[in-house]
């Protein structure tokens, strides 16, 4: 089960141990960690790291309508083919859901961190990497605070960010104007964060949020159970 707090701009998520078992309430679709994903291992992580996945979101909004219900979104979610499939793929895939469900996010990511090390494992759209790579180089931010921290981080304009100001300008030079981190919590730990980014300023409201708290499960189970 999890619990939501929220603090200003800041929510903070506790209670969020996630099972291998794990059963969505409300007639959700279930996972099992018995399931096929259990076949992947984490090779496939540090294997995608030189070169990495990327699909048009555009093409993907042009080929599907977009979602607007929790429903619509576990469906497609379930949907998702784990078998035989290289890890990567299957992020990858995960992310054009999240964007079909999310119409007001131009590009999402997925943030690992490995002992101190960030890393971009799938991404949709190129907005996504790139802001990704400006926090990695400077050590901060809020795709790596998510995930190291376990807290979900919205910036509603990166104009006027004050908590990380050197990498919010920066990221607005490149068209990026708000953003939401969400951890990805598995067992009692935050392996990573969900990051998705907009170029127009507080875009992303509560209905995006709790969007993006369900992928960012489905998203921890898949990489969860591929350890």
């Not at 096929?36 to 984490?42: E, I, R, V």
């Not at 469906?75 to 054009?96: F, M």
């Not at 759209?125 to 802001?131: E, I, K, P, T, V």
């Amino acid at each position: 089960s999890h619990r939501i707090g929220r603090s200003a701009d800041v929510l903070i998520l506790t209670d969020l141990t996630l099972h291998t078992g794990f059963g969505w309430e409300r007639g959700r679709a279930r996972i099992s960690g018995a399931g096929p994903a259990t076949s992947l291992g984490w090779q496939h992580l540090t294997a995608i790291e030189p070169k990495l996945p990327s699909t048009s979101g555009f093409q993907l909004r042009g080929r599907e309508p977009a979602m607007d219900n929790l429903p619509e979104l576990h469906e497609a979610l379930a949907r998702i083919v784990h078998a035989d499939r290289e890890l990567s793929d299957v992020l990858t895939e995960i992310l054009g859901i999240a964007r079909r469900a999310m119409p007001s996010v131009e590009a999402a990511s997925i943030t690992l961190i490995r002992g101190e090390k960030p890393f971009t494992a799938a991404y949709d759209g190129q907005m996504a990497l790139d802001a990704d790579e400006l926090q990695y180089e400077r050590g901060y931010g809020p795709c790596m605070d998510a995930g190291r921290a376990g807290q979900m981080f919205l910036i509603d304009d990166m104009r006027s960010d004050q908590r990380w100001p050197d990498y919010a300008q920066h990221a607005a030079a490149h068209g990026v104007l708000s953003s939401l981190s969400v951890p990805l919590p598995f067992q009692g730990a935050t392996i990573g964060a969900l990051n998705t980014y907009a170029c127009q300023p507080r875009v992303i409201d509560d209905h995006d949020i709790e969007l993006a708290q369900e992928v960012a499960a489905w998203l921890a189970i898949a990489i969860g159970n591929a350890e």
